[in-house]
């Protein structure tokens, strides 16, 4: 069996043009995983919708009940940043299902990767930042909730904080939420993870890997978490458009090889999604985000997972 990888065609429904968010960058990475051999599109497993009360785990269920009928607000839109549709409603609800298929398979055999997900700052009654539902907290709190974890630990690399997974799960003692992101970046009012890690604006490769490596030989090690939710956002880029920090293409593999690593070297399965990235040539980001999929597949190999 190959690296577990979960994609839906729902995942890049159109939004007006010109639009910021980068809708088709789903689609093109999994052209790009295709393209350069790495899985076909049988082999992607595709997930469901996921169900309202599994989303009420996390969420208000009127808030849920309103977003899927479209019965949204302009000021609720505006603090979102994107337009409701049928197509996007579906797209959400499916893309949790994709990030709660890609965990159940990373339990089942040590390592999956979603195509998809990181959307962490999605409130309990409200979305925000192109986020509407928080798949980050839904798969933490499902897990918990049907006895698959005792504990699980969620490693949010995104370049903004998760304030939305913060404060979801600030009174669940077993879902442990950390969160490297530049200081000096959107939300400007900051939650409270279980551990912040504040990075300056320009932080680059070496220093920034070494947080890396020394939040997880602490944090591994005295939580002894039974997963790690890995948010590999590659809006940490030098390119990106809406990071303040510098890492190169060779420091986005090797972060994502070192979390990875990290996890697997003390028998601790991980599933990772995609979070952000922003770049005007969607292609590019589109292989920028292939980074997380890349590392996985290389480590799979390496410790012989099946």
Same mark, same amino acid.
């Given at each position: 069996m190959s690296l577990p990888l979960v994609f839906h065609d729902d995942y890049s429904p159109l939004l007006p043009p010109g639009h910021r968010f980068p809708m088709e960058k789903f689609r093109l990475l999994r052209d790009h995983l295709v393209a350069c051999g790495l899985t076909t599109d049988q082999a992607l497993l595709r997930p469901a919708i996921c169900p309202t009360d599994v989303l009420a785990l996390a969420h208000d269920r009127d808030y849920v009940d309103r977003y899927r009928s479209g019965d949204m607000s302009r000021e609720e839109l505006r603090r979102l940043g994107l337009p409701w549709s049928p197509q996007l409603a579906q797209r959400t609800v499916r893309a949790v299902g994709g990030s709660l298929l890609a965990a159940d398979l990373a339990l089942q055999h040590g390592l999956a990767c979603h195509l998809a997900g990181g959307t962490h700052h999605a409130h309990h009654d409200h979305a925000s930042g192109f986020c509407i539902f928080n798949d980050l907290a839904i798969m933490a709190l499902s897990l918990l909730e049907k006895g698959r974890v005792g504990r699980v630990l969620i490693f949010d690399c995104d370049v903004h904080q998760g304030d939305g997974t913060a404060r979801i799960l600030e009174h669940v003692p077993d879902a442990i939420t950390v969160s490297l992101h530049c200081e000096k970046n959107f939300p400007t009012r900051k939650a409270r993870s279980d551990w912040d890690i504040g990075l300056t604006p320009g932080l680059g490769?070496?220093?920034?890997?070494?947080?890396?490596?020394?939040?997880?030989?602490?944090?591994?090690? &005295?939580?002894?978490?039974?997963? @790690?939710?890995?948010?590999? +956002?590659?809006?940490?880029?030098? =390119?990106? %458009? #809406?990071?303040?920090?510098?890492?190169?293409?060779?420091?986005?593999?090797?972060?994502?090889?070192?979390?990875?690593?990290?996890? &697997?070297?003390?028998?601790?399965? @991980?599933?990772?999604?995609? +979070?952000?990235?922003?770049?005007? =040539?969607? %292609? #590019?980001?589109?292989?920028?985000?292939?980074?997380?999929?890349?590392?996985?597949?290389?480590?799979?190999?390496?410790?012989?997972?099946?």
């Open positions: 490769d070496a220093d920034y890997l070494k947080v890396v490596d020394n939040a997880l030989n602490y944090l591994l090690p &005295l939580y002894q978490p039974d997963l @790690v939710i890995y948010d590999a +956002g590659v809006d940490v880029h030098r =390119d990106d %458009a #809406l990071g303040l920090l510098k890492l190169s293409d060779e420091g986005l593999a090797m972060r994502d090889s070192a979390v990875i690593e990290h996890c &697997l070297g003390r028998d601790i399965p @991980v599933v990772g999604v995609i +979070g952000g990235g922003y770049d005007k =040539d969607r %292609a #590019l980001l589109a292989r920028r985000h292939a980074q997380l999929h890349i590392s996985a597949a290389e480590a799979w190999q390496r410790h012989g997972l099946r």
